[in-house]
């Protein structure tokens, strides 16, 4: 059973920087897609990034794209979401999650079958 655990989160101003990790276990890493997704107070969960099984193509949401770079480490099953310039409006919870097979950008990540137990990112102004 593949398991996704979370850290990095915290409180941020605006114009910051902040990395998350996801840690991946239970399955072999390099055969699955993941991607970054969050959900705001009052809001439907939204795509920030993935990346493919192979690590070779990344997607972003345009809210974010020229800010936020996600990157895997393939030796610590470890994938990151680089966050800078960081804007009030990223405030949410930040989710991992993991997908056999090919890389599914956009939508609220319903091809997603695992998810992390998620990490608040507050971006003050």
């Known amino acids: 059973q593949v398991q996704l655990v979370e850290s990095g989160g915290g409180l941020a101003q605006a114009g910051g920087s902040l990395r998350l990790s996801c840690a991946f276990s239970?399955?072999?890493?390099?055969?699955?897609?993941k991607g970054w997704f969050r959900q705001a107070p009052g809001k439907e969960r939204e795509f920030v990034a993935t990346?493919?099984?192979?690590?070779?193509?990344?997607y972003y949401a345009d809210s974010v794209k020229g800010r936020f770079t996600i990157s895997r480490d393939s030796a610590k099953k470890t994938v990151f979401l680089q966050m800078n310039s960081l804007r009030p409006e990223d405030t949410a919870v930040y989710y991992c999650?993991?997908?056999?097979?090919?890389?599914?950008?956009?939508?609220?990540?319903?091809?997603?079958?695992?998810w992390g137990q998620g990490t608040q990112v507050t971006v003050s102004s």
């Open positions: 239970g399955g072999t890493f390099s055969t699955y897609a």
């Open positions: 990346i493919s099984n192979s690590g070779a193509y990344v």
């Open positions: 999650a993991a997908k056999h097979g090919a890389a599914v950008r956009g939508g609220g990540g319903y091809e997603y079958n695992y």
